[in-house]
């Protein structure tokens, strides 16, 4: 009975972000981004701390020394790739609705 806890083996990944929550999260993220820079650049000032909370969160423990390599090695490349590009799928989908609403509004003028 007392050796019962070094016999257990854990996942890792299930105790952390899912494949489909990352992606969900950049995707939604994504969209929303753009759309808020276009329309109430204001809100940026809500979104972005909230999704890259979510982010630092997540690749915080990816660089963990102990568990980001168990993750990787759990996950394979997708996750890590996925875990990489989606914050700055993010940014760009930022910058590119701050840039689309700027030229908007000198196309007005």
């Known amino acids: 009975m007392l050796l019962a806890p070094a016999l257990a083996s854990a996942e890792v990944l299930d105790k952390e972000f899912s494949l489909t929550t990352v992606a969900g999260v950049a995707l939604f993220g994504c969209v929303a981004a753009f759309w808020t820079a276009r ?18 969160l997540h690749l915080s423990e990816l660089l963990d020394p102990f568990v980001g390599p168990a993750m990787a ?15 700055v799928a993010v940014a760009v989908s930022t910058a590119f609705g701050v840039v689309l609403r700027g030229r908007g509004a000198r196309a007005a003028f």
């Open 73 to 87: 090695a759990e996950g394979g490349i997708a996750y890590v790739i996925t875990s990489w590009l989606a914050p």
């Open 39 to 56: 329309r109430y650049p204001w809100a940026l000032a809500i979104l972005l701390p909230v999704t890259g909370i979510f982010f630092w």
